[in-house]
């Protein structure tokens, strides 16, 4: 996925896939040569063609326009795998929820008192993509 001048690639370790239910996807610029983040996928359902992601980048590559990238390299390499992609983010992460709704993700859901952070329970909201 091209993000300005860099081309985004999706690396999985070697022998690694989906088939297992989870898969770490490391994003690289350079070829594979720097790593920015990665993405989690996980509670896959082979049945039904969903999975989970989750995603985190480096703090020195935040606000480039990396984790979007992610995203759509995410889809592009997996719209004929996977029918939706859905995350489940903190109500309190506002900055996650913009980027999953710029990826064209929509919320589809709310679980209160949720999610464990510090000494206290969040809300979780659940968005979600259609791929295919």
Request: one cysteine or more.
């Amino acid at each position: 996925m091209e993000n300005g001048k860099h081309r985004m690639l999706l690396m999985a370790e070697e022998g690694k896939s989906l088939s297992s239910g989870e898969l770490r996807l490391y994003g690289t610029l350079d070829g594979g040569n720097r790593i920015v983040g990665a993405l989690d996928l996980y509670a896959y359902d082979p049945l039904n063609r969903r999975c989970a992601v989750g995603i985190m980048v480096a703090s020195e590559y935040r606000r480039h326009g990396y984790a979007l990238a992610m995203l759509n390299a995410l889809e592009a390499q997996y719209a004929t795998t996977l029918h939706c992609l859905y995350a489940d983010i903190a109500a309190p992460n506002t900055a996650s929820q913009a980027l999953f709704r710029k990826a064209g993700f929509a919320e589809c859901g709310y679980f209160r008192d949720w999610i464990a952070v510090d000494d206290r329970f969040v809300d979780n909201i659940r968005m979600q993509k259609t791929l295919s």
